[in-house]
């Protein structure tokens, strides 16, 4: 099994490997990664050999220092995530955007802007450190 925790919902789960979604109150160890469904694709973080991934509905790749992240205000509750490899357009969604301030952080490397999916995304992406320590916290 090859587990990732809802972002929003944290008693969900999601089996990568066997494309099924569950509900689990235990305590879980093994989670590779985060995801958040957009509409009807699954859009996800995760850690797979020491490297890190996104994944957007069936498109994969690897998240690496030649990827960055846009994100561009659409209207007052809609956001667009545009990630680049180099200077090519490798995923673009849009996403319901309301930021949560002054709740509790989702997990420990998480600031209280990041609370977004997207806004996740794009500094994890975006920012070397963040992405390394990102990988190690999930291989712990």
């Given amino acids: 099994m090859k587990l990732l925790r809802n972002f929003e919902l944290h008693d969900i789960l999601f089996d990568l490997e066997s494309g099924k979604e569950f509900e689990n109150l235990e305590p879980v160890t093994n989670i590779y990664g985060w995801y958040r469904q957009i509409e009807d694709v ?3 973080f995760y ?3 020491n490297e890190l991934y996104f994944l957007f509905g069936t498109t994969k790749f690897h998240v690496g220092d030649q990827c960055k992240v ?3 205000q659409l209207t007052e509750n809609t956001m667009e995530l545009l990630i680049y490899h180099k200077e090519d357009l490798i995923v673009r969604f849009s996403f319901p955007f309301a930021p949560k301030f002054n ?3 989702l997990f420990d490397y998480l600031n209280d802007m990041e609370q977004d999916w997207g806004l996740f995304i794009q500094e994890i992406i975006n920012n070397p450190l963040r992405r390394r320590n990102m990988i190690s916290n999930l291989m712990e």
Avoid: G, M
């Fill in 42 to 44: 699954l859009t996800a």
């Fill in 47 to 49: 850690v797979e050999k």
């Fill in 70 to 72: 846009d994100l561009i």
């Fill in 103 to 105: 709740y509790p952080a």
